[in-house]
């Protein structure tokens, strides 16, 4: 009874172990991206009232968007998971190239319309003519970011689901910093850089989002083969 007892405990601890490494870069990831909006709204508020009220208003379109693509991501990665299980590398291929599909049809949607409506869009949300303008200054360089955020979120998704949960952490960490660093220069006029303001803090997190992007995708395709996907994977 003892050495069952024993047994039992050594098997749980070795679980609880197993689920604290992989859960912790999950939740350091999330903390990052909270702490990447914060700084976004803690360095706009410098500017502004009316700058930090245009963020904020642009940004309930990137929410719209993002609980869209997220729901598509979560969604296929709980598949690759069961998948991941069975070890069935063909179908893990066809869930993720059918969820970045759908991701990218939605997303290209967004971006259209960000692009060439963005004063409906915000008018959506405010009826404010100068926060309105203001934010359309936002919004149309940021839109462009929805492209690379959509890629990374669905293979970062796949990434969690496989027991991979650093890379993703890392693409977020960088990306903070890349974030961070480029708002301050932007924004204010730094290091010789033009001050551009609230089209500065576009313009730094468009960049964050890119090298975020770089990180997940070449890590993917540099190490994770399961996740590698091919053209003919998307045509599929």
Not at 43 to 51: P, V
Not at 180 to 207: D, E, Q, R
């Amino acid at each position: 009874m003892i050495t069952n007892t024993l047994s039992s405990y050594k098997k749980d601890k070795e679980f609880y172990i197993r689920l604290f490494v992989i859960t912790l870069p999950i939740a350091m990831q999330s903390l990052i991206t909270s702490s990447l909006n914060m700084l976004d709204t803690m360095m706009i508020g410098k500017i502004g009232e009316l700058e930090l009220a245009s963020v904020g208003i642009a940004n309930q379109y990137y929410f719209l968007f993002s609980l869209l693509t997220n729901a598509i991501a979560i969604g296929s990665g709980v598949l690759i998971a069961q998948l991941w299980g069975k070890k069935d590398t063909i179908n893990i291929k066809r869930t993720l190239s059918r969820s970045l599909f759908y991701s990218l049809v939605l997303t290209i949607v967004f971006m259209i319309l960000g692009l060439i409506m963005p004063n409906k869009i915000m008018a959506i949300f405010n009826n404010d003519p100068t926060v309105i303008k203001i934010g359309v200054d936002y919004l149309k360089i940021v839109v462009i970011s929805y492209l690379f955020t959509t890629i990374t979120f669905t293979f970062a998704s796949g990434l969690r689901s496989i027991g991979n949960t650093r890379l993703p952490m890392l693409g977020s960490f960088i990306g903070l910093i890349v974030n961070g660093v480029l708002n301050a220069i932007l924004i204010f006029g730094l290091l010789g850089a033009p001050k551009m303001g609230i089209k500065g803090a576009a313009l730094a997190t468009l960049i964050a989002r890119i090298v975020e992007f770089i990180i997940v995708f070449g890590g993917v395709y540099l190490k994770v083969d399961v996740l590698k996907l091919s053209f003919k994977d998307m045509l599929e």
